[in-house]
C-alpha cells in the first residue's frame, strides 16, 4: 500500500476517519492524502464573478479550511506518517474518486454521518454514492466511532 486518500469534510467525525486512516498508513509507511472537497464556487445570478464581499467571504473559508487541513496534516506528521493536505472545489462525490484515481489511492478512508433513512432519501449519502462507484478498497468509519 502507498497512498492512502483521506476524504474528510472537516466535521467532528474527521478526527476518527484520520485516526483509522493513520492505522492504515503507518504500519505500510504509505503516503496519507488528507483530501477535503470545498463546495464549488457560488453562481450568482446576474453578477459575472460576483460582488467583492462575496468572493473576499469566499477566499477567507478556503484559507481557514486549506490552514485546517494542514494542521491535520502536520499532526499526522508527528506520529511518522506522511501526510499531505489537499484541498479541491467539485461536486463532493465526483471530486473524491476522481482524486482518488489520479493520486492513485489504495484505499480511501471516509465517515459516514449516520443520519437517518428520510436525509437520505432527500438528500442522500456521501458514503453511499461513493460506495457505489468506488472501483477501489473502502474503508468507512461510522458516526457512531466520532468523540
Known sequence: MKNILAAVDLSPITHEVLRMAGAQAAPHKATLWVVHVAAPDPDLVGFEPG????????????????????????????????????????????????????????????GTHGRGALHRLFVGSVCQQVLAAARFPLLIVPAKSAP
Not at 467571504?57 to 478556503?62: F, K
Not at 506518517?81 to 471530486?95: K, N, S
Open 51 to 110: 460582488p467583492q464581499h462575496i468572493r473576499d467571504h469566499r477566499a477567507q473559508e478556503l484559507r481557514d479550511e486549506h490552514l485546517e487541513l494542514q494542521q491535520y496534516a502536520a499532526d499526522l506528521a508527528l506520529t511518522g506518517i506522511d501526510a499531505r493536505a489537499l484541498l479541491v472545489q467539485g461536486p463532493t462525490v465526483a471530486t473524491i474518486l476522481e482524486e482518488a484515481v489520479r493520486l492513485q489511492a489504495d484505499l480511501v478512508v471516509l
